[in-house]
């Protein structure tokens, strides 16, 4: 795996950013993940293009960045590989939607809840899962004008 990181990784991709992810097509959606065990995980399921897009061909890219233009902090992770369709766990999956919803489950929309307590063989919800092939970071920040 090539690797450059000259910033702490983990700790920028524990935030709640929005990654943007490819697939072939080319098609790139914002997507929330989780960054655990050296691999992104994005909820999919049949129910979204990604899902078939990944089936047909698993060869993805993902990037994450920040641009804060009042500081001028500009930081950017870019993964590639090859994703990876396994089976959802909840408990994963809560850790994610925490990270994006806060803890408090009563006062997370609709939407999200399911996820947590929904039989996922039976909506069919999976895990996206990309173990970087190649994970670069860059920081590009400058020194922001007074």
């Not at 993902?62 to 500081?71: G, I, P, R, S, Y």
């Not at 173990?131 to 400058?142: K, R």
Request: hydrophobic share 45%; aromatic share 12%.
């Amino acid at each position: 795996m090539v690797t450059s990181h000259p910033f702490d990784l983990d700790t920028f991709l524990r935030r709640p950013l929005t990654a943007r992810l490819a697939t072939n097509g080319p098609t790139v959606r914002p997507v929330w993940f989780l960054w655990e065990d050296g691999a992104f995980w994005v909820l999919t399921g049949p129910w979204a293009r990604l899902f078939g897009r990944v089936r047909a061909d698993p060869e993805v890219a993902l990037v994450v960045d920040e641009c804060e233009l009042a500081t001028g902090l500009v930081r950017q992770v870019i993964a590639r590989g090859r994703a990876e369709l396994v089976p959802f766990d909840v408990e994963r999956g809560r850790r994610k939607l925490v990270r994006y919803l806060g803890a408090d489950e009563e006062r997370w929309d609709e939407r999200f809840v399911h996820y947590l307590y929904d039989d996922p063989a039976q909506r069919g919800t999976v895990w996206l899962r990309l173990e970087p092939a190649s994970l670069v970071a860059h920081d590009l920040s400058y020194a922001a004008a007074p």
